[in-house]
């Protein structure tokens, strides 16, 4: 039996998918994190090479979304200073 996903996040690199997933999982959402393998082997973040996502069931969608809105501006901070840190 397959189970519909939707995305509910994507991230340019690893660190803000991982803090979506922990605040999703802290609210009792099963989510995936799904990586391109190229990007995660060769260690890449640009041109989508480590585009990120954040996966839930679709009928947990509503809810993650609403969860995650909770915590943009964190969320946004996370992403800048990983961006910084590439620099």
């Known amino acids: 039996m397959s189970m519909d996903l939707c995305v509910v996040y994507e991230s340019q690199g690893p660190l803000g998918a ?14 995936i994190v ?3 393998s190229v990007g ?7 041109d989508g090479l ?3 996502k954040v996966m839930v069931a679709c ?20 992403e800048e200073q990983y961006d910084q840190d590439l620099d």
């Not at 995660?40 to 640009?46: D, E, I, M, S």
């Open 34 to 36: 799904r990586y391109e």
């Open 40 to 46: 995660r082997t060769l260690g890449l973040t640009v």
């Open 59 to 78: 009928a947990d969608e509503t809810r993650a979304r609403e969860i995650l809105a909770e915590y943009d501006s964190d969320l946004d901070d996370v």
């Open 18 to 31: 991982e803090v979506a997933r922990s605040k999703l999982e802290s609210a009792g959402i099963q989510c």
């Open 50 to 52: 480590g585009r990120v």
